[in-house]
């Protein structure tokens, strides 16, 4: 999908407004509404549809153009008795078009299994809060979901098996303490992959993830956080990975007519292998966010905002050391770029600062667009999405200039919405001297999908 194919789908939307709203419902439509179940029972969905297309890939050893179309559909039901509960999700995630050599992940294909499926339990009152346990397996997101998320953008989902317990009370005050197995979704071959081919999701002690999360506010208008997670791997056929992230994050969310931002810092120790063969290192690395932004108090509620992220790297291959920050289970589709076949960025080496403006030219009708600079914190590690990379550091630390348009448009509120976009990345002097980048090119993408809710 090229850009001036962006722009048309851009002209079509507001045309037929006024026909929509006069025909639309006055609440939104729920698949409990159809039903009319039991009091204790509520269900719900998803399905999504959306085509992406991408020119001047950057991944090594694939195809320069891609053209896929990917599905994603969800169904829900919640269960409440009041002291106890229980949830069960069931989600089909496929990936359609793609060629032999196209690029195939389990970030895009995951044939119907099961999501979440999981007890809980309300522990009763506890000094000023509630606390409640959950047992099974379910989705997450945690703070500023940098380093635990439920996938929204991505096709699919991560997930976890394992306990968790959370206390929180009424002045915005929690604590989050959990241990789980995350999920492998299976299976991993890209032939399996590119067919849609079913393979019972599993889990395993030799993957492990736990740590406790606390909030509070320390002032009407502003959170702190704080948190320590924990990552363990031993399976045979991964990288070791045995690291502990401690971190904070201050945070004043957007409000109109006042200033916003954040400011996140988390650093790693343990032990850690950079692949599966090879040396077990220290492992030393840190993160750090910072952003500001300011919402103008008008209706069209035009917001700007400058941020920074760096994540270090490998700064020296053959100093017994792995600098490399590991992200977890984060996602950077929230504020760093669109993921599916683009995802190019990621929070491990990189150093990049980002302008972004957004609008609302209508009450249904969302419009960003974001420039950012792109760079290496290592020069001499991976450029960590595309693994390419140059050992002596002589190619550079300048990935390029990175242009992103998102448009959203509202359907039918509440039920249905369009949404189109892309990116387009200028190649800087890293990809035009590193000789497994694609011989330098920019790189293109575009999006256009469909969600339903339900």
């Given at each position: 999908m090229t850009l001036p194919v962006l722009a048309g789908a851009l002209l079509t939307f507001g045309l037929s407004e006024s026909q929509v709203l006069a025909q639309e419902p006055s609440k939104p439509w729920r698949l409990?509404?159809?039903?009319?179940?039991?009091?204790?029972?509520?269900?719900?969905?998803k399905q999504r549809t959306r085509f992406e297309s991408i020119n001047g890939q950057q991944r090594t050893n694939k195809s320069f153009s891609d053209d896929q179309w990917f599905a994603r559909t969800s169904l829900r039901a919640d269960a409440d008795f009041g002291t106890l509960g229980g949830t069960l999700e069931l989600m089909d995630s496929r990936a359609y078009g793609g060629g032999t050599d196209a690029f195939a992940s389990t970030a895009f294909t995951n044939a119907t299994d099961i999501i979440q499926a999981f007890g809980s339990i309300k522990l009763g009152q506890l000094g000023s809060g509630e606390q409640r346990l959950l047992l099974g397996r379910y989705t997450m997101s945690l703070g500023s979901r940098r380093f635990a998320i439920r996938n929204g953008f991505r096709n699919t989902v991560n997930t976890f098996t394992g306990v968790d317990y959370a206390w929180k009370n009424d002045d915005g005050e929690q604590v989050r303490a959990f241990w789980t197995m995350p999920v492998r979704r299976r299976p991993f071959d890209g032939e399996s992959l590119r067919d849609n081919d079913f393979a019972w999701d599993d889990q395993s002690p030799d993957r492990q993830f736990y740590g406790i999360f606390t909030s509070r506010k320390v002032t009407e208008k502003t959170n702190f956080e704080a948190f320590v997670y924990g990552k363990h791997n031993d399976a045979n056929d991964a990288a070791k990975i045995d690291i502990y992230t401690p971190g904070f994050r201050f945070h004043k969310p957007s409000t109109p007519g006042q200033f916003f931002g954040q400011f996140e810092l988390a650093g790693q120790v343990g032990k850690s292998q950079l692949s599966a063969s090879g040396m077990t290192l220290d492992h030393e690395a840190a993160f750090a966010h910072a952003s500001v932004g300011y919402t103008f108090d008008q209706p069209f509620e035009p917001s700007i905002r400058l941020a920074?992220?760096?994540?270090?790297?490998?700064?020296?291959?053959?100093?017994?050391?792995?600098?490399?920050?590991?992200?977890?289970?984060?996602?950077?589709r929230f504020e760093y770029c669109p993921t599916g076949l683009y995802g190019l960025v990621q929070r491990s080496n990189i150093n990049t600062p980002e302008l972004r403006f957004s609008i609302k030219p209508t009450?249904?009708?969302?419009?960003?667009?974001?420039?950012?600079?792109?760079?290496?914190?290592?020069?001499?590690?991976?450029?960590?999405?595309?693994?390419v990379q140059d050992d002596t550091g002589a190619a550079g630390q300048d990935i390029g200039q990175q242009l992103e348009l998102r448009v959203r448009y509202d359907v039918l509120p509440g039920n249905m919405f369009i949404e189109t976009g892309g990116a387009y990345l200028f190649a800087g002097d890293f990809l035009d001297n590193t000789s497994n980048s694609g011989d330098g090119q920019d790189t293109r993408y575009g999006y256009l999908e469909m969600i339903w809710t339900f």
């Open positions: 409990d509404q159809a039903i009319e179940g039991p009091t204790w029972l509520k269900l719900s969905g920074w992220d760096y994540a270090t790297g490998d700064k020296d291959p053959n100093d017994g050391e792995n600098n490399r920050f590991d992200r977890l289970y984060g996602a950077p009450a249904r009708t969302w419009v960003m667009v974001a420039y950012r600079h792109l760079r290496l914190a290592a020069a001499r590690d991976q450029w960590i999405p595309t693994r």
